[in-house]
Nanobody, 130 residues
Framework: QEQLVESGGGSVQAGGSLRLSCEVS????????IAWFRQFPGKEREGVAN????????????NYAAAVKGRFTISLDSVKNTVYLQMDSLKPEDTAVYYC???????????????????WGQGTQVTVSS
């Protein structure tokens, strides 16, 4: 069954850290970009980071949104089929619901746009207080 399950959200003070986890089903994990998105109240989801799960020359290809580059780190554990988002130096403006997503199709589709993604987790709330 194709599914993604997030965990690790919560509340933290500004400057703190959280790590989100996304357990990806075997059907979705191979040779596909897995991404993290976030959604602010009343706004469309925006891409945060993504990572390539395939092997070969493109192994561990990673992209970040400008707003999080240098503070967030995406990584994967191919034994556990899990993608992580380590979030450091958190700011109140990072408060959002965070979603894990898989690209609609297998292969090299690196764009961090909603239209590229067809499989979504249930979301996990991250709240950063000042």
């Amino acid at each position: 069954q194709e599914q993604l399950v997030e965990s690790g959200g919560g509340s933290v003070q500004a400057g703190g850290s959280l790590r989100l986890s996304c357990e990806v089903s075997k059907e979705l994990y191979s040779r596909r970009f897995i991404a993290w998105f976030r959604q602010f109240p009343g706004k469309e989801r925006e891409g945060v980071a993504n990572i390539w799960t395939g092997t070969g020359n493109h192994q561990d290809a990673i992209n970040y949104a400008a707003a999080v580059k240098g503070r967030f780190t995406i990584s994967l554990d191919s034994v556990k089929n899990t993608v992580y988002l380590q979030m450091d130096s958190l700011k109140p403006e990072d408060t959002a619901v965070y979603y894990c997503a898989a690209a609609k199709v297998m292969g090299w589709v690196p764009g961090l746009s909603i239209n590229n993604h067809g499989f979504w987790g249930q979301g996990t709330q991250v709240t950063v207080s000042s």
